[in-house]
């Protein structure tokens, strides 16, 4: 019998991560990967199953098409956001192959924060955030100076970049924050309108809220949801949340489903909210998504669970975790959801370890990713395997046998503990050291990531929040007045 093949799109952490996963599946598939550079991690799999790498753009429908004609994939499993965007997934189900990873249309709901938003008041899923879109980057500033304590978005997914946090309560410092998100929203209208021309909103303000933030990505195939093990990511580039928002410096899961400052319930809620997400793209665009989606949630104290932004895909850093928290066979399972029939797949997750993974960035990510760029970098992958921890290659590329940096995060470890966060924090900082570059420059990584103290300080905040968000309920305060420009005195009614 001929191999079972599977094609994967995309070359970076997540990739390495998915096609790690996916090589451990007893089907002992035939690994081929097409990507714009060459990542040795995704590299050395392929060769070890004997399949091909492609270097080719992942988002050029007929790149992807290519290679899917040569190999004849059994099944395509797209990584990224932007192959999405662009039609790839549409493209090699126009041409019967079977694909995990949802059309250009389905996908708009991380593409298009606006729509996501809209989705979620029109088919009133819990955990919406009150929201305006604006094309006019004009209107938007208007808004933006009026409301005040507000978050500016992109409508457009940036890859990570744009979003900024405009909230000051206080009275005589909340003139400076409007003035100052008003500036940002026309500064930022410009940069995304000169970058992408396909979406017509421009900006999204919307209300700004607190608390902690985690993952949870699920795997669908239109018809039922399963959710994976929710990952807390840490976006910030320095350790305690300071700094530039990045991709994901690192996150924390396990053990189990939930993490320790998350209930049993609050999971469920936040599993809800996807379901019914998934549910609500059917009646909206008749058509069954079909891959990974995922929910970037916030426990609230309005709302408890939060929906701040969908993705597409999985997370990364966060299916790094799952790594070493899948047990049954994944490839099986992206299948089955390829094939519309994952209500009988088993999933088997290990219940009784802390996974920490930490990413490595060359000084200058994310705000200078020209001088992050083009540093020769290299792993002593023996020591970080004997340590009991898993190296996956990001942003680096293959050239002439030199591994060199990218410019974003390069190299993420993944490691587990049967004790603890701190245990796998500090296996992470010993594994970090066998990674170096060659001509000397800077490396970066948060050394906080899975600490007792960073864990002690997310414990706090939900716990704050779950006491708010259970008062209102229990009082059953679904009910805010707010004053818009434009419409006056607002009544916002969340129950349903
Ligand atoms: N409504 C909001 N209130 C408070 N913080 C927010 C809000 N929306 C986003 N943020 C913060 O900004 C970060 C980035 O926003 P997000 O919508 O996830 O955009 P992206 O990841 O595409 O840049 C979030 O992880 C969160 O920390
Ligand atoms: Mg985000």
């Given at each position: 019998?001929?191999?079972?093949?599977?094609?994967?799109?995309g070359?970076?952490?997540?990739?390495?991560?998915?096609?790690?996963l996916?090589?451990?599946?007893?089907?002992?598939?035939?690994?081929?990967?097409?990507s714009?550079?060459?990542?040795?991690?995704?590299?050395?799999?392929?060769?070890?199953?004997?399949?091909?790498?492609?270097?080719?753009?992942?988002?050029?429908p007929?790149?992807v098409?290519?290679?899917?004609?040569?190999?004849?994939?059994?099944?395509?499993?797209?990584?990224?956001?932007?192959?999405?965007?662009?039609?790839?997934?549409?493209?090699?189900?126009?041409?019967?192959?079977?694909?995990?990873?949802?059309?250009?249309?389905?996908?708009?709901?991380?593409?298009?924060?606006?729509?996501?938003?809209?989705?979620?008041?029109?088919?009133?899923?819990?955990?919406?955030?009150?929201?305006?879109?604006?094309?006019?980057?004009?209107?938007?500033?208007?808004?933006a100076?009026?409301?005040?304590?507000?978050?500016?978005?992109?409508a457009?997914?940036?890859?990570?970049?744009g979003?900024?946090?405009f909230g000051?309560?206080?009275?005589?410092?909340?003139?400076?924050?409007?003035?100052?998100?008003?500036?940002?929203?026309?500064?930022?209208?410009?940069?995304?309108?000169?970058?992408?021309?396909?979406?017509?909103?421009?900006?999204?303000?919307?209300?700004?809220?607190e608390?902690?933030?985690?993952?949870?990505?699920?795997?669908?195939?239109?018809?039922?949801?399963?959710?994976?093990?929710?990952?807390?990511?840490?976006?910030?580039?320095?350790?305690?949340?300071?700094?530039?928002e990045?991709?994901?410096m690192?996150?924390?899961?396990?053990?189990?489903y939930?993490?320790?400052?998350?209930?049993?319930?609050?999971?469920?809620?936040?599993?809800?909210?996807?379901?019914?997400?998934?549910?609500?793209?059917?009646?909206?665009?008749k058509e069954?998504?079909?891959?990974?989606?995922?929910?970037?949630?916030?426990?609230t104290?309005?709302?408890?669970?939060t929906?701040?932004?969908?993705?597409?895909?999985?997370?990364d850093?966060?299916i790094?975790?799952?790594?070493?928290?899948?047990?049954?066979d994944?490839?099986?399972?992206?299948?089955?959801?390829?094939?519309?029939?994952?209500?009988?797949?088993?999933?088997?997750?290990?219940?009784n370890v802390?996974?920490?993974?930490?990413?490595?960035?060359?000084?200058?990510y994310?705000?200078?990713?020209?001088?992050?760029?083009?540093?020769?970098?290299a792993?002593?992958?023996?020591?970080?395997?004997?340590?009991?921890?898993?190296?996956?290659?990001?942003?680096?590329d293959?050239?002439?046998?030199?591994?060199?940096?990218?410019?974003?995060?390069?190299?993420?470890?993944v490691?587990?503990?049967?004790?603890?966060?701190?245990?796998?924090?500090?296996l992470a900082?010993?594994?970090?050291?066998?990674?170096?570059?060659?001509?000397?420059y800077?490396?970066?990584?948060?050394?906080?990531?899975?600490?007792?103290?960073h864990?002690?300080?997310?414990?706090r905040?939900?716990?704050?929040?779950?006491?708010?968000y259970?008062?209102?309920?229990?009082?059953?305060?679904?009910?805010i007045?707010?004053?818009?420009?434009?419409?006056?005195?607002?009544?916002?009614?969340?129950?349903?």
């Amino acid at each position: 019998m001929s191999k079972f093949k599977v094609l994967i799109v995309g070359g970076g952490a997540r990739e390495h991560a998915l096609t790690l996963l996916i090589s451990r599946s007893e089907i002992e598939p035939s690994i081929s990967a097409i990507s714009s550079n060459v990542n040795p991690g995704i590299l050395r799999l392929c060769e070890g199953t004997n399949g091909k790498y492609f270097k080719g753009k992942p988002t050029d429908p007929n790149d992807v098409l290519k290679a899917a004609e040569e190999v004849s994939p059994d099944l395509v499993v797209i990584g990224p956001e932007e192959p999405l965007f662009s039609g790839v997934s549409d493209t090699l189900k126009d041409k019967g192959f079977i694909v995990f990873g949802p059309t250009a249309r389905a996908s708009l709901i991380e593409k298009d924060k606006g729509f996501a938003r809209n989705l979620m008041w029109k088919y009133k899923i819990p955990g919406r955030l009150r929201y305006k879109t604006f094309v006019d980057p004009e209107d938007a500033a208007e808004y933006a100076k009026a409301v005040g304590d507000s978050v500016v978005k992109p409508a457009r997914q940036a890859g990570g970049r744009g979003v900024r946090v405009f909230g000051e309560t206080a009275e005589h410092l909340s003139k400076i924050a409007r003035e100052a998100a008003a500036s940002y929203v026309k500064r930022l209208a410009d940069v995304i309108k000169k970058k992408y021309k396909d979406i017509e909103n421009t900006i999204v303000v919307e209300e700004r809220v607190e608390g902690v933030e985690y993952t949870l990505m699920t795997v669908t195939d239109g018809y039922d949801v399963l959710p994976l093990p929710i990952v807390e990511d840490h976006p910030h580039l320095y350790p305690w949340d300071l700094g530039p928002e990045t991709g994901g410096m690192g996150s924390i899961s396990g053990p189990s489903y939930i993490l320790p400052f998350l209930t049993e319930d609050e999971f469920k809620e936040s599993s809800k909210i996807v379901e019914m997400t998934v549910k609500a793209l059917f009646d909206e665009i008749k058509e069954r998504y079909v891959g990974a989606i995922s929910g970037q949630m916030m426990l609230t104290s309005f709302w408890g669970p939060t929906l701040i932004e969908y993705y597409a895909r999985f997370g990364d850093p966060e299916i790094g975790n799952l790594v070493f928290m899948i047990n049954s066979d994944f490839l099986e399972l992206l299948d089955a959801a390829a094939r519309k029939k994952i209500s009988s797949y088993k999933l088997n997750i290990n219940e009784n370890v802390y996974v920490v993974s930490k990413a490595v960035a060359p000084e200058g990510y994310p705000l200078e990713r020209e001088k992050a760029k083009g540093h020769p970098i290299a792993v002593d992958e023996n020591t970080i395997k004997k340590l009991g921890c898993e190296v996956l290659y990001g942003g680096v590329d293959l050239v002439n046998g030199e591994l060199l940096t990218t410019g974003s995060r390069a190299i993420e470890v993944v490691c587990p503990s049967k004790k603890g966060f701190e245990e796998a924090s500090l296996l992470a900082e010993k594994a970090i050291a066998s990674i170096k570059t060659l001509d000397g420059y800077r490396l970066i990584h948060r050394w906080d990531i899975g600490s007792p103290e960073h864990l002690r300080f997310r414990l706090r905040k939900a716990r704050l929040a779950r006491l708010a968000y259970m008062r209102r309920r229990s009082k059953g305060l679904f009910i805010i007045y707010d004053w818009i420009p434009g419409k006056g005195l607002v009544v916002f009614d969340y129950s349903s």
